[in-house]
Structure formats: C-alpha cells, structure tokens
C-alpha cells in the first residue's frame, strides 16, 4: 500500500508546506505550522461522499396520494394487520409446520382474487397440483388465481416484469426461494436475506403486495437472520395448538398499524373460519363453579378475550419434593406469585404440588392475569369455589399490593356482554363502570374473600 504525504497546514492563514518550519512562509507567523492528518488510501478509494446522483428531498406534508388499504376479505385478518394490506408492503408470516398458514393465504387470495384482481401464488415447498388439491377440498378451484410452482427468484421476478405487477404476491416460503448471484444452498443465511431483499425491493417499486411464508425454529422464532424481520414492513406469527382447533394469528411488528392485535380463526374441514367471539372458545360454559377455576378477562391489543385459569393443589407426604407445572402461563411469574401468597398471606404452599392450566391452550402474557391466577390458587388450596359469573383482573406487586391495570373500563364491558354479573379487581375504577365491582388494595383482602371472612 502506498504511503500517504505528510504536510503541514498554518493555523493561521492556512498556507501548506510540505515539512515542518519554524514561520509559515505565507504570512510570516512563528510556530503556526501543524501536521495535517490526510485521509489513508483505503479510505481516499472508498470515499462516498462524491461522485453519486442528488436526492430530490420532500417535504412530509408533500401533496402525494395516499396509499389505500385492501382488504384480505377476513375481518379477523385485517383486524391484525390493522386494517387490511397496504399496496407495496411486505408481510412476513411465521408458524409452526401444519398451523394452517398455507390454508390462510391460500384463502386470502382466492377473495382477493375473487375481487377483480391479479394474484400469483408461488409454491416453493408443492407442486402446483398439490396447491390445486387444497384448493379443491376448500372449495377455492374456481379463484382465478396464477399459481406456479418454482424456487428461482431470478425467473419468478422476469416473469412478474413482463406484465403488470399483480395486487398481491404470495412466497411459500422464503427459505425455499434461491438466487444464482449468490452462493449457498437454499436457506441458508445468505440466500434468505438476498431472496427477501430482491422481492421487497420489487414491492417497494411496483406497489405489489408480497407475503413472504417463513419457517421457524424448536423454540418458535423466525427462521433465518434476524434482519429479515427488520427489512419488512409487517411481522405476523401464526399460533395454536394443533390439538385445538383454534389460531391466533398475532401481528409481532406493524409499520402501518398496532402490534399485539390478533385475529382468532378456528380450523374446519374448509379451511379456516373466523370467530368473532372468541372468548366463547376459552370459558367452559358449565353452569356450577368448581374451586380452583377462575375466569380472566385478557386484552390481546384493542381486543377483550376471556379465558379461564385453572389451578390444582395436590397435598404431598412430608419430605417430598412438591412439584410446579404451568401450561399458557410463564413458570417464573407463578413462582413469584406463590412466594407473595406464602410471604404476605401466610398461606403454605411448599407442601403442596401446584398445578396450572390456561383453558383451551391460551397462552397469557398480560401481567394483569396475576389476580385472576392469585384467585384460583386460593380456591384450590381452600377447596372453595370463587363466586359465580365473576371476573377477576389485577397486577400483583412483591408488597401484596394490587396495582392498577390498563383498560380497566373495557375489560368490565365485556365480562358483563358475557354475562358476568361479579367483578373483582384494584381500587380506583370510575363508578360508572363499577357496577358490580369490587377493588382490592392487598392480596390479603382477596384471601379474604375467598376463605369467606370478608
């Protein structure tokens, strides 16, 4: 590498000279002459602040059209993606194998289709007969919707060049796709992130909206870098257990919307149908109370749901190793909540194997859930049942204090749309939506009530 000059800039007329003096020959200045650092030749090759083409700025109230929003033709569909797909944007929807994201888009975009516009569906994982098969067990053969199989990104995107660009592009899935500019097998880290960037990018140009499918790993994440998430505009994850009919499909990230908001679909012999209540998926719907059984009315974005909390205290022989499973709930918050009951309550559980269940395989992540879950841990310790039709709701601190939670008011209204005539809860919520409502300020007050003190 070829060494760079040194030279010598006077601070006070700016006169260079190729070595160090005493004057400045210029201005005749004592001691003014300092070694001036120049730019290395690496950085003097890579130099990007000249040479490329200017950018015409615009300002943010620019007079520009809008984007439209089109609708999938699933409420519950658009509900999560905030109202429907944004022209030019690029989802990416990740789920467990056989959760039914195939059946999803492959009902979308048979509406979409439907509808009078150009969709092209690109297999990567089936044969084109295959996709046609499902499509005739839903009852969707008969969607004009352009359906290949391939892995080419190369050929799928000079294909697309040739016409217009379609209102919706589906890629099942991304780890199958490939580049030949790229080396490396389909999947892997490079070949992802070059196929993603390659589709998005033609997105971004044409005003095409693209799906992208994505795999997951063991432990439920997205397939692939990371930086997939962050190059496109909507993160959705689609969730449930295949035991149960039900799926959640649950927006991780929104560039055009909320986060946290889901759409619940439940699965049929025709693919996917919506549930608009599905709080009546996850209560059990007997009519008498059983102890340890308490119901929570969660909030899933703008979106009420009541589940039911089930708890089971199993007495051990002394000396006994206790047990604790929990199944929808996270282990560490119930470890912590049994150490408050222990602590502030005086209750005994460290002879006792617990056990934790969320109806209907709901996983909960509201922290609101800690009174709820308080509530049936007391009932099945005391064998008592909690009161009838009543809802229970509240954060839980260390101290034993209950805190208050978000939407309060919105959780009420829909317990008593279901009929719940009882609420429980902490203090502080306007009367006006208190009807039946009872505010604990302690953990202590609850025991209370359901030992039958209070």
């Not at 200017?54 to 439209?68: C, G, H, I, K, R």
């Not at 693209?210 to 063991?218: I, W």
């Not at 149960?244 to 012999?269: P, S």
């Not at 009951?341 to 709901?362: D, K, M, P, Q, T």
Request: hydrophobic share 45%.
């Amino acid at each position: 590498m070829a060494k760079s000059k040194k030279r010598f800039v006077c601070q006070a007329c700016g006169g260079v000279s190729p070595r160090w003096q005493g004057q400045c020959a210029d201005c005749a200045e004592w001691n003014t002459l300092v070694e001036d650092v120049p730019a290395t030749v690496f950085s003097q090759k890579h130099d990007l602040s000249r040479g490329g083409r200017a950018l015409a700025f615009e300002p943010l109230n620019a007079p520009t059209q809008l984007p439209v929003r089109k609708s999938t033709g699933l409420a519950e569909f658009d509900r999560a993606l905030g109202g429907g797909l944004v022209p030019g944007s690029a989802v990416l929807m990740g789920g467990d194998p056989g959760i039914g994201k195939s059946t999803l888009l492959l009902q979308t975009a048979a509406t979409i289709a439907r509808g009078g516009n150009d969709v092209v569906y690109v297999s990567g994982e089936e044969a084109a007969g295959q996709v046609r098969l499902r499509a005739s067990r839903m009852g969707l053969i008969d969607a004009p919707i352009r359906l290949a199989s391939e892995t080419s990104v190369r050929d799928i995107l000079t294909t697309l060049g040739q016409g217009d660009p379609p209102a919706l592009l589906v890629i099942d899935s991304i780890q199958t796709m490939h580049s030949d500019t790229i080396e490396g097998a389909p999947g892997t880290v490079s070949q992802v992130r070059g196929c993603a960037l390659e589709l998005i990018r033609y997105a971004k140009e044409t005003g095409c909206a693209v799906v992208l499918v994505g795999h997951v790993t063991k432990d439920g994440t997205i397939a692939g870098p990371r930086v997939l998430e962050h190059m496109v505009d909507v993160v959705m994850s689609f969730e449930g257990e295949r035991s149960h009919q039900y799926r959640i499909l649950r927006a991780l990230k929104n560039r055009f919307g909320a986060v946290d908001e889901i759409g619940v679909f439940a699965m049929a012999a025709e693919g996917l149908e919506e549930v608009a209540n599905p709080s009546l998926l996850f209560l059990s719907g007997r009519d008498q109370p059983l102890a340890g059984s308490a119901v929570f009315p969660a909030l899933e974005g703008t979106r009420p749901v009541l589940v039911e909390i089930q708890a089971l205290i199993v007495r051990l022989q002394s000396g006994a190793t206790p047990r604790r499973a929990v199944v929808g709930w996270d282990s560490g918050r119930l470890a912590m909540l049994l150490a408050v009951l222990e602590s502030r309550c005086g209750l005994n559980f460290s002879s006792a194997e617990v056990y934790l269940n969320i109806a209907g395989g709901y996983r909960l992540t509201d922290p609101a859930a800690d009174l709820a879950v308080a509530a049936a841990l007391v009932s099945a310790l005391a064998d008592k049942p909690l009161p009838d039709k009543a809802a229970w709701f509240g954060e839980v601190s260390l101290a034993g204090e209950i805190r208050p939670v978000a939407h309060a008011p919105l959780r009420l209204r829909e317990a008593a749309k279901l009929g719940f005539t009882r609420s429980f809860g902490p203090t502080g919520v306007k009367p006006e939506d208190a009807k039946g409502y009872r505010g604990f300020a302690a953990l202590a007050n609850l025991v209370d009530q359901v030992m039958g003190n209070a």
